[in-house]
């Protein structure tokens, strides 16, 4: 699970010090100014230590920079509503791309689970993706931004952190069940 969660956190660390720069300061240049130099340089170092880019790294450094500038120059509330769609729309189709996740999971998960279960739960992801900014466009179009800030903070995420706690304790019942089942 630390495994998951540290890739994941490395994925998308200019996203959450986007988040976490906007909450403190309240400016959304300042913010995206941030997200950029983040994504870039996190970008650059993979380049210098010449660790190969996965497709999910590429897709995130073009977001954070095509969205982040968007941000900069519109400024609009609007914009900034409809960017986790945008995002969750552009994740879920990087998810379609069978067995992206078998890069997350950890070694005994890809040794036990069967690989059509990972490429399945994978779909799953880019299903659940597809759903989140789905709702989110209706929330951005049909309720108060209060509701859409709870929705980005707290459903969002909780749907997430849900998928993934229920994902970790099917694989781990597999994998024990697997390595219970073997004969060494």
Known sequence: MKQVLGHL???????????IVFAASGNVRIAAGVAIVVGLGRFAW??????PVEPAQWMSLALVVVLSSATIVTQSPRFIMVK??????????????RGWMIRYVTPIARQ?????TLVTAGYGW????????????I????????IWVWFVSVGAVGAKI?????QYAVFRSI???RLAQSPT
Do not use: E
């Open 112 to 116: 036990c689970v069967p690989q059509a």
């Open 84 to 97: 986790p769609s945008i995002v969750h729309f552009a994740v879920g189709g990087l998810m379609l791309q």
């Open 162 to 166: 849900a998928a993934g706690a229920l």
């Open 139 to 146: 929330i951005v179009l049909c309720f108060s931004f209060a």
């Open 46 to 51: 993979l380049k210098l230590t010449g660790v």
């Open 9 to 19: 956190l490395y994925d998308f660390l200019s996203v959450i010090l986007f988040l």
């Open 126 to 137: 880019a299903a659940l993706m597809a759903a989140l900014g789905l709702t989110n466009l």
């Open 175 to 177: 994998a024990r069940r």
